[in-house]
């Protein structure tokens, strides 16, 4: 007999984003005459064609493929130099962040759940409240809580309220916390950290012995200048933290995927023994062992959006979603609800109308406007009386959602 991972059945809901699209098709299915007018803000999915200068790169990367002279089979599992250095001289100059620290990926949510693999059992973890559900669940999954209670917190994490009282910026945990969670801008509420709250984390992390998870996929939004993009502008983040990013959001990669992981060789970690290991080393065998890299092509499309070409059509795309974002923030606020985000992210993170709760405010949206957003309380129960609007989408689509906002919310 084959046991299973009894982890896995203490995971409360399905995943959220399956479990809304369950909802939605049991709606379209008892509203046919209704499902074409559905508008899609839930999951946070890009809608615009992926940019011509990624596309002709990519396109040029299977020409290659088909000749034998150009012909690439297994590549390099940290992903290809020319991927590497790229990421390194755009997006860390200045920084003191290497190729070599960078892993190419298929992507940020994969990333931020196998780093676990590199931690070992009684780690205790701080977790901000509301979260990306995808830092729970993979901590669920590997063993590292006890069961959920009625509102869906697991015992033994750490949770941090982000909140309207506290600006949605977390406090410092009580107690002495080993791996801490954090995301800027936050998925799910668009909100960002300032240098001086960022070095507040780096300094209890280092005064701490904790490593920081920074999951910095929404980085390319953020508009304000003084916002840092990356953890490595904090003085003292490459002894403390592990950065996570992407080419989703912003090169349109969802589909294709791509993403890398920033591990600096002054981030380590203790083995049973005491002994100082760079979790950099251990990353790497985990990734050559699990792991062929990106594929090839992909690669070539994502080194093409730090092109000349390539970044302008990454920062039409940016603008694109921020004006979506804007828009949707001007409506809720017309139609007399509080809103968060939307300014530096592309998500805007709204007060539910007094008395009404995440769960019925998606199910008004989805019966009443036909739009479909996201349960705040799906991210964790301090997320409860809120909901998520996604900007991406067609400006289109936006635009009869505000309309859709005001005549049914207003
Ligand atoms: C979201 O909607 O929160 C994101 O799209 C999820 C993801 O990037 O995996």
Redesign the pocket.
Known sequence: MARINDNFLKLKAGY??PEIGRRVKAYNDSNPDKAAALIRC????VTEPLPEAAREAIKGAVDELGNRDTFRGYGPEQGYDFLREAIASNNYAGLGISADDIFVSD???CDTGNILDIFGPGNRIAITDPV???YVDTNVMAGNTGEADENGAYEGLVYLPCTAENNFAPALPEEKVDLIYLCYPN??TGTTASKEELTKWVDYAKANDAIILYDA?YAAFIQDESIPKSIYEIEGADECAIEFC?F??NGGF?GIRCGWVVAPPGVTGASASGERIPLRQLWSRRTSTKFNGASYPIQRGAEALYSEAGKAQVSELISHYMENARLLCEACQKANLTVFGGVNAP?VWVKCPEGISSWEMFDKMLNEAQVVV?PGSGFGSAGEGYF?I?A?NSRENVEEVCQRILDNLA
């Not at 839930?42 to 999915?45: A, E, L, Q, S, T």
């Open positions: 959220l984003f839930g999951i946070g999915d992507g940020s949510k990306y559900p995808v998925n799910p996929a992407s989703s959001k969802t998500y996201t998520r996604s991406f």
